[in-house]
């Protein structure tokens, strides 16, 4: 799976936009985006996930330059509770019986500020 | 609602005495991973099984046992706790074959204390 490089850490403003970005330079033609996030002391927690295109759902959107060699996460209206630990991964989304782990990085630490 | 369950939640144990942790999750899932999340570490893999019967070592596996006899759990057992694997234990579950898509299901977490 390919690496990925995310910043330490990020502040945002309560209700500004928060935009997380994710450097996946050796991405392979088959390998999607993920994004979790793990709020303290809690399990991770899936966000969204993309390949090529931009994705949006309920909790955030995928944005992956044209390249793929990058995307970033944007959550619109950052609240405090959005304040977590976000990792982004690369992987194969289907890999027929092969290879279902996910290798987590270290993340980037969002903290969120009134 | 299906869910993945973990327990004990907390556990303080002694060095050199067998725990076990338990991993159970209602959703049919084939795979099911375990992970321990450490400071200045991450979360890292240590063993994992995609069906029954079926175990495979992660990353940081020495010193932990799994065993798959159902679907629904997934004990990780250490057989001699050690100082060093005082840390918080995630298990997860996903779909496999072409229901996958790469999205794991966490439980929230055991946290460990060796003394």
């Known amino acids: 799976d390919a690496k990925t490089t995310q910043p330490t850490s990020m502040d945002c403003a309560e209700g500004r936009a928060a935009n997380l970005p994710c450097n996946h330079s050796?991405?392979?033609?088959?390998?999607?985006v993920y994004w979790y996030r793990q709020i303290h002391s809690q399990g991770p927690q899936y966000i969204i996930h993309?390949?090529?295109n931009n994705e949006t759902n309920e909790m955030a959107s995928l944005i992956i330059t044209e390249d793929r060699k990058s995307s970033t996460l944007i959550l619109p209206h950052a609240t405090l509770r959005d304040t977590a630990v976000y990792y982004c991964?690369?992987?194969?989304?289907?890999?027929?019986?092969?290879?279902?782990?996910?290798?987590f990085g270290k993340g980037t630490l969002l903290t969120v500020n009134p | 609602d299906a869910e993945i369950t973990q327990s004990p939640r907390h556990k303080i144990t002694e060095t050199g005495r067998q725990v076990t942790l338990a991993c159970h999750q209602t959703?049919?899932?084939?795979?099911m991973f375990w992970y321990r999340q450490d400071l200045g570490h991450g979360l890292r893999l240590i063993h994992y099984?995609?069906?029954?019967?079926?175990?495979n070592k992660g990353e940081v596996s020495d010193g932990y046992s799994v065993s798959r006899s159902n679907t629904e759990d997934l004990p990780l057992t250490l057989e001699s706790a050690a100082s060093s694997q005082t840390s918080v234990y995630f298990c997860?579950?996903?779909?496999?074959?072409?229901?996958?898509?790469?999205?794991?299901?966490f439980g929230e977490g055991s946290r460990l204390t060796v003394l």
């Open positions: 997860a579950s996903s779909e496999s074959g072409s229901l996958n898509t790469g999205e794991l299901f």
């Open positions: 050796t991405i392979s033609g088959n390998e999607y």
């Open positions: 993309g390949l090529k």
């Open positions: 991964i690369v992987r194969v989304a289907r890999s027929g019986g092969s290879n279902y782990k996910l290798t």
């Open positions: 959703w049919n899932h084939n795979n």
């Open positions: 099984s995609y069906g029954v019967q079926d175990t």
